[in-house]
Structures are given as structure tokens and as C-alpha cells.
């Protein structure tokens, strides 16, 4: 592990580098954020200038996606479930063991953080929940505009009718190894529809756009065959400890069905917030929003001051 101001280099499972970003005082309740499929932690900038004031707060680069380079692996393909372990660069045992690694270096012996998981970010919290690491240092956490299986069955991306056309179809788009080139007039209208609420504020559409047209096309498609094949369940099963659950009701990537089905499968749901009209960005769309959730849930886990005491 290597350091800089505010920054760590953070190794691994199979030695692949992730970058982390720490914000805030030091001895302040801690909050973890898992960024989702095609973001970076620029999409937490939000909830980081809000929280670091009365907390600490990690933020790191999921693999292949902001300063986190690609793991070198080929993708496993969609007919073998990226779940079993074997450490495949692109796997959901490797955002659980990229997580259990931030943990392990930034989170002192028996300090516990309120962890956020946005989107493929929510997924790595369910993969890791049966880990020892996340168990010992979780103490709550936020499922954001997430599922844990069913993904190109659900999504709305695609405008018709349920059912193997749609979901073929939807498969295709999401999986696309195109490039998604520069941002315009005409990709941001596109990202709007597919990944945000109708009434988006411009700016918040653009910061979206300027955030996923960053990633790398190889990243993109690599995690995209990952996703295709997510199974989840057992995961979503096994966090036994308090979560609380939030949506956008215009969500096309992960409806709100997902997350009704989360809320009641969980041991320990502490809420679902449905918020309406918001789409699939929700840290972005809705900041306010998201950062009341987390601070809820350092107030209630960790013993966090309202921000007016803090």
C-alpha cells in the first residue's frame, strides 16, 4: 500500500491496484462509498463535499474505472457466472475482495463505517456480506438504485413488452463494446432517457455524462458480461446487518421492483425511500436525498452529531 495527501494505492486480493480517496477529520465516523457500473468516486462528489465536514470519508475507484487501472484477465463470458471464486479480474468475488481490501486499509482494528454502495457499488456490498473483513467493519449500510439478480430481465431500458426479445435486446444495448465517444447534445439526451429521471436538471445530466463517457470501453464491457449473469441472492440474504434501501421510481436500469423485493428480503431493513420521478443516478440527481440515508444511518450506527452539533 502507498500513500499520498488524501489518497491510497490499495492492493488487492489478486494484486490489482485501487485507488481511494480520504476526505475529512480524522477519529469522525467513518463512511465507505462503492461507486456503481461505469462511474468513478467523482459521482460521490456530492455527498463528499457534504459529509467530510463532521465525517471521515473513503471513497475508492472500483476496478477498471477511474484512477483503478483494468484488471488484465479477459472477462469470464456471460454463460459462466463470475461467482465462484477462482479471482478472475471480473468477478463479484473481486469487487468483494476490492472492498474487504479498502476496509482492511483504512479502517483501524475494530473501527466500524457505514458503508454506500451505489448500483454495481450496492452489488459489491452483497457480494462481500458473507466476508470477514466487511462483517467486522460494516456497521450499516445503503443500497442505492441497486439489484441483485435479474438485471437485463428487468431493466426498462429497452421501451417494449417484457420477455426474451426485450430482454436479448436489452443485453445487447448494456453490453455493447461500441465506443461511447465524446460528450454531445445528442449522448446526453440519450444518457438522460436511459439513466436518469425526465425532469433531470442539465447540469446534473452533464456531470452524469462527463463521468461515463470517462470510462474505459474495455471496463465498461468486461463488467457489463458480469452483470448480464448476476446472481446475488444469497448474498442479499446473508447482510445481517441494518440497511436501508433507496430508488428512483423512474429507475430503467434497476426499477424499483428490485428494491421492493430487497426490502423484503433483508434481515434488517431499516426503510425503502422511493424517490419519485428520480432515475438511475440517484447520488447525482437527488444528492440531498442520498446524503440524508447515509447520515441517518451514522447518526442511529455509529453515534454521528446531527450536522447543526457537529
Given at each position: ?62 476496478r477498471g474505472h477511474g484512477g483503478s487501472p483494468a484488471p488484465t484477465p479477459a472477462p469470464a463470458p456471460v454463460s459462466a457466472p463470475a461467482v465462484d471464486g477462482t479471482g478472475r479480474g471480473y468477478s463479484t468475488e473481486a469487487l468483494a475482495d476490492d ?161 421492493r423485493v430487497m426490502a423484503g428480503a433483508l434481515s434488517h431493513c431499516t426503510g425503502l425511500v422511493e424517490l419519485a420521478g428520480m432515475g438511475h443516478m440517484t447520488p447525482v440527481e437527488a444528492p440531498e436525498a442520498v446524503t440524508a440515508q447515509i447520515r ?15
Amino acid at each position: 500500500m502507498t500513500r499520498t495527501a488524501g489518497e491510497l494505492t490499495v492492493t488487492s486480493a489478486d494484486g490489482s491496484a485501487i485507488h481511494v480517496e480520504v476526505y475529512g477529520p480524522e477519529g469522525a465516523p467513518a463512511v465507505v462509498l462503492a461507486h456503481g457500473w461505469t462511474c468513478s468516486a467523482r459521482f460521490w462528489d456530492a455527498q463528499i463535499r457534504d459529509l467530510a465536514a463532521d465525517h471521515r470519508v473513503i471513497a475508492y475507484d472500483q476496478r477498471g474505472h477511474g484512477g483503478s487501472p483494468a484488471p488484465t484477465p479477459a472477462p469470464a463470458p456471460v454463460s459462466a457466472p463470475a461467482v465462484d471464486g477462482t479471482g478472475r479480474g471480473y468477478s463479484t468475488e473481486a469487487l468483494a475482495d476490492d472492498l474487504e481490501a479498502v476496509l482492511a486499509a483504512t479502517l483501524g482494528p475494530g473501527e466500524r463505517a457505514v458503508i454506500a454502495g451505489h448500483s454495481m457499488g450496492g452489488m459489491t456490498i452483497m457480494a462481500a456480506s458473507r466476508r470477514a473483513v466487511f462483517r467486522q467493519h460494516a456497521a450499516a449500510a445503503l443500497l442505492c438504485s441497486t439489484g441483485p439478480s435479474r438485471l437485463t430481465e428487468e431493466a426498462t431500458v429497452v421501451p417494449m413488452a417484457p420477455g426474451r426479445l426485450r430482454t436479448r435486446l436489452t443485453a445487447a444495448v448494456l453490453g455493447s463494446k461500441l465506443p461511447l465517444g465524446p460528450v454531445t447534445a445528442v449522448s446526453k439526451k440519450i444518457l438522460r432517457y436511459a439513466t436518469m429521471g425526465p425532469g433531470s436538471a442539465a447540469e446534473r445530466v452533464d456531470v452524469c455524462a462527463r463521468i461515463v463517457h470517462a470510462c474505459p470501453r474495455g471496463a465498461r464491457y468486461g463488467w457489463s458480461q458480469v452483470l448480464a449473469a448476476l446472481d446475488l441472492e444469497v448474498g442479499l440474504r446473508e447482510l445481517r446487518l441494518p440497511v436501508a434501501v433507496l430508488v428512483g421510481t423512474a429507475d430503467r436500469l434497476t426499477p424499483a421492483r428490485h428494491s421492493r423485493v430487497m426490502a423484503g428480503a433483508l434481515s434488517h431493513c431499516t426503510g425503502l425511500v422511493e424517490l419519485a420521478g428520480m432515475g438511475h443516478m440517484t447520488p447525482v440527481e437527488a444528492p440531498e436525498a442520498v446524503t440524508a440515508q447515509i447520515r441517518e444511518l451514522t447518526m442511529t450506527y455509529l453515534g454521528a452529531k446531527k450536522e447543526a452539533e457537529a
